[in-house]
Structures are given as C-alpha cells and as structure tokens.
C-alpha cells in the first residue's frame, strides 16, 4: 500500500517569475531572457521524457500519475513562455538555441 500523495504546490505565475528577479538582477537584464527559455525548453523535454515513460508504466494508475506530471510540466513551460512573451522575447527560436546542449546532457 502507497501512502497518500500531498498535492504539488501551485506553479509560480509569470508574474512571480518577474518580480522574483528584481531582489538582485534588474528585470530587463538580459540573462534574465536568456535564464527563462533555456528553463522553458527543459520543461518541454521534461514533458515529452514523462509522456514517454507514461507509455512503459505498467498499469492505468500509473500511466495516469506520469501524465499528471507531464501536465504539470507543460504548465510550468507555459508560464515562462508569457513572461517571456510579455518581455517582447520570441519564445521559440529563444529556446532553441539550448536544445542540443540539453539533449546531449540526457543522452550522457
């Protein structure tokens, strides 16, 4: 018998995600940017990693736990993706440019 899960805390708005930045590092700097898309892209793959895994799980509730997960994730890309876009980033040629350096850190 498992015991009972706690519910995941609630995903940082886009707006936390800005006014988190201002403690040390103005808000327009642009490894701020820079930060935010290389974390988006991680969410993405985290997403497609889970949704993979989901596939293997051996039974219905555990197929159903997996996806709750890549859900989550997908909801945490999607608030750095408004914050990126309300700071006039365009969000996908920004992620990009990380995408095989994360790729080959999980392929290692």
Known sequence: MTAPKSPAPPAATSEQLTDSVSSGVSADHP?????????????????????????????????INMASMAAAEMNHYEV???????????????????????ENYHRG
Request: cysteine-free.
């Open 80 to 102: 750095l993706r408004d914050s990126l876009e309300r700071r006039g980033v365009d969000v996908v040629p920004a992620m990009t440019k990380y995408a095989s350096a994360l």
């Open 31 to 63: 490894g701020v940017n820079e930060l935010f898309a290389l974390l988006a892209y991680g969410e993405v793959a985290a997403f497609y990693r889970l949704t993979d895994e989901a596939r293997m799980a051996p039974n219905l509730r555990g197929r």
